[in-house]
């Protein structure tokens, strides 16, 4: 099982090299073009980055049917490679039958074509990634992470060699690496044909490309055959899936907005260095290029330690205020190293959440056409802002300060979007820091692989510590809703945070009553589709010789109103004798603060309970009790004492009358 964990690994690294390739190669084309389009004059200076920009990104739009379809019904091994090489044949036939054009807009129209196979490329690498994820039992944010600093070094790279080789003729290239007369005749071979440096150093990226992606393949991948004609026509089908979800359609008009702000304004901040004018000094570009890109390494590696795919969503509003304050720093200052630094940073801190988040939960069969759905929306928003940006500069309007102000503006409108959506992500990211000196909370169990990410699931679960919550919050991999006590939902503070953020259901602190309104709100959090979290014990464990409390009958209501939900049951261990449990005391007395204590959390696979089951109350209780127990095996934790198992801790509070 190693050799094969390994070897996904390996494939996974080849992927990592031919995405990077392809980045490098298509962002070395468009800089060399932006910098022939600027050659054309003053006017054409401050519009160059946005004139060029739709050039390369309108056939990830127009193109997506086509996109998203071979991506989903071909093996994605040979999507990646074809892609590639169709990009290296019209890098190298158009290089050698064009040369360099007096026309700007040849070289625009060269782009484009290369687009058409990178709009095929990039879908396909970024569904790829959750199979890639799977087979080498990775988090799919440190995937996601992994590939985002690589992909965004590589823009960053790609464009620092665009502007450096762009004047470089072939003797000049001889004479700066020494070769002499004779000494690289394949150079001069080239240098015979007219082919600009950096167009050769392009198709030569896409070659390594090419070959990087031969044993790209990953066990875990889904494909979808199709005919042709109904392969473009499932695209269609598959745009209403994926945006008729509401959280699949959150992550990519999210995604799409930020790098639609983070794609134009680098281009504003990258002209207001003055490197695009040929007859100046490209010092300070190459700087701010090079800073942009280790800020996006950082970020993303930074965003891919968070290995739960909803917690990790809590990022994207510190990274979009963080956004705003790099588009704010550049306005104000003469130096951008610091606010380009910043903007990668960002960037990275963003995407790979979204990004990830998106492929997880788009079904496994479509993910060809939801990664070409993603990238439509995304290039479709850029197109437009920099075509909006690019008729304004060009009609004098707006010069570069004033688009950093208009993106800045729109940097604000997102930071509160997002701190209105994600409030809640973004809280637990922060406790999340906090509580991570204090506890070690790790997941175990088959639960945690097959957990449902979509649709209505019911988690059932010991209760030994106020922080039981939150241990169970760490390892479930989705939001959420809890049933919690008056005694605490009463509380001023915490009665805020459990109606506005985490939404809780108020379960009245009274031995007996006559209705029970809490049941129904529950059933309802399951109709609409939530996770609902339940102590089935109604009251923290106070004993230690009494590992488990009787299951009250609450739980049996609810799944005798939803007998389809799936259950799954879970064991907290090392919860008891923390400082919030009642071992020794009640919470807070008689024991030391924790620091550093391991809270182990074990999951039973996902299950539906037989009807008959559920026709007896009391089988029901004894049932999930039974499993509750069970699930202490995936810790390797010895069985309980006979005098703790189920029967007799019914029969002994069923005489006690609790």
């Given at each position: 099982?190693?050799?094969a964990?390994?070897s ?6 080849c ?10 190669a298509?962002?070395?084309?468009r ?6 389009v600027a050659?054309?004059?003053?006017q ?27 991506s989903?019904?071909l ?18 036939l158009?290089?050698l039958?064009?040369g ?10 060269a ?6 196979g990178?709009?095929v490329?990039s879908?396909?690498r970024y ?5 890639a ?5 990775l988090?799919?944010?440190?995937v996601?992470?992994?590939i985002?600093m690589?992909?965004a070094?590589?823009v ?27 000494s690289?005749p ?21 070659l390594v ?5 031969l044993p ?9 055959a199709?005919p042709a004609g109904?392969?473009v026509?499932g ?5 209403a ?6 959280e ?45 890109g ?32 790099a588009l704010?720093w ?27 988040n998106?492929?997880?939960?788009v ?5 060809g056409?939801?990664?070409?759905v ?7 928003l850029?197109?437009s ?29 997102g930071?509160?979007?997002?701190w ?10 922060v ?6 000196p ?6 175990h169990?088959p ?10 699931v019911l ?17 479930l991999?989705r ?5 919690m006590?008056s005694a605490?939902?009463d509380?001023?503070v ?19 009553r ?5 049941l129904?709100?529950?059933i309802?959090a ?9 102590f ?22 609810i ?5 389809t939900t ?9 919860a008891?004798g923390?400082?919030f449990?009642y ?9 030391r603060l ?24 009391r ?10 127990l069970?699930a202490?095996?995936?810790l ?8 703790s ?14």
């Amino acid at each position: 099982m190693e050799n094969a964990v390994l070897s996904v690994r390996g494939r996974l690294a080849c992927l990592w090299l031919s995405q990077v390739a392809r980045v490098l190669a298509d962002n070395c084309l468009r800089m060399f073009v932006v910098l022939e389009v600027a050659r054309a004059g003053q006017q054409q200076h401050a519009a160059a980055w946005h004139q060029v920009t739709p050039f390369f990104i309108l056939p990830f739009v127009l193109l997506a049917p086509v996109n998203g379809s071979l991506s989903n019904a071909l093996p994605k091994r040979w999507v990646l490679v074809g892609s590639s090489a169709f990009c290296l044949g019209v890098t190298v036939l158009f290089g050698l039958g064009v040369g360099t054009p007096a026309d700007p807009w040849l070289w625009c129209a060269a782009v484009g074509l290369v687009a058409v196979g990178a709009a095929v490329y990039s879908p396909t690498r970024y569904a790829l990634l959750p199979a890639a994820a799977q087979d080498g039992r990775l988090p799919l944010s440190r995937v996601n992470g992994l590939i985002e600093m690589g992909g965004a070094g590589a823009v960053v790279l790609g464009l620092v060699l665009g502007l450096y080789f762009h004047d470089w003729s072939w003797p000049m290239a001889a004479e700066q690496l020494g070769w002499r007369s004779g000494s690289a005749p394949w150079a001069e071979a080239l240098g015979g044909t007219g082919l600009p440096v950096a167009v050769a150093l392009a198709a030569g990226l896409n070659l390594v490309a090419v070959l990087a992606a031969l044993p790209v393949h990953f066990r875990s991948d889904v494909r979808r055959a199709e005919p042709a004609g109904r392969a473009v026509a499932g695209f269609f089908r598959d745009c209403a899936r994926v945006l008729g979800d509401r959280e699949a359609r959150a992550s990519v008009l999210g995604l799409a907005c930020f790098l639609g702000l983070v794609t134009v304004g680098s281009g504003a901040v990258f002209t207001s260095t003055g490197g695009l004018r040929t007859d100046a000094d490209r010092a300070g570009l190459v700087t701010s290029m090079v800073v942009v890109g280790i800020g996006v390494a950082l970020g993303s590696f930074l965003s891919g330690l968070q290995a739960h795919l909803r917690r990790a969503l809590g990022q994207v509003p510190f990274g979009v205020v963080g956004l705003l304050l790099a588009l704010g720093w550049a306005l104000l200052s003469t130096d951008l190293t610091w606010p380009c630094l910043m903007l990668g940073v960002m960037g990275g801190l963003v995407t790979v959440p979204l990004r990830a988040n998106y492929q997880a939960i788009v079904p496994a069969d479509a993910r060809g056409n939801a990664m070409a759905v993603m990238n439509t929306i995304y290039y479709g928003l850029t197109s437009s802002l920099a075509g909006v940006m690019f008729g304004l500069t060009r009609s004098g309007i707006l010069g570069v300060r004033g688009q950093l102000i208009v993106l800045a503006g729109l940097a604000a409108v997102g930071a509160a979007v997002a701190w209105r959506v994600l409030f809640r992500e973004s809280y637990e990211q922060v406790l999340e820091v906090v509580l991570w000196p204090i506890y070690r909370i790790r997941g175990h169990g088959p639960g945690l692989e097959r957990f449902p990410i979509r649709g209505p699931v019911l988690v059932v679960a010991n209760h030994s510590s106020w922080f039981d919550p939150a241990f169970l919050g760490k390892v479930l991999p989705r939001r959420f809703t809890a049933m919690m006590t008056s005694a605490f939902y009463d509380l001023p503070v915490l009665r805020w945070m459990a109606q506005r953020v985490y939404r809780a259901i108020r379960v009245e602190a009274s031995a007996y009553r006559r209705e029970a309104p809490e049941l129904r709100l529950a059933i309802a959090a399951l109709d609409r589709g939530d996770c609902l979290v339940v102590f089935p014990e109604g009251a923290m464990r106070k004993r230690a010789d009494q590992p488990l409390r009787r299951f009250g009958q609450g739980v049996w209501h609810i799944l005798r109103e939803r007998p389809t939900t799936p259950v799954v049951v879970c064991w907290i261990e090392g919860a008891w004798g923390s400082y919030f449990s009642y071992a020794n005391g009640p919470p807070t007395q008689n024991k030391r603060l924790d620091w550093w204590r391991a809270i182990d959390v074990a999951l039973n696979e996902p299950q539906v309970l037989d009807p008959a089951l559920l026709a007896d109350q009391r089988a029901t209780r004894a049932h999930l009790m039974q499993l509750c127990l069970d699930a202490r095996r995936h810790l390797g934790l010895e069985p309980l004492p006979e005098s703790s198992s189920v029967e007799p801790v019914m029969a002994a509070e069923e005489r006690e009358g609790t």
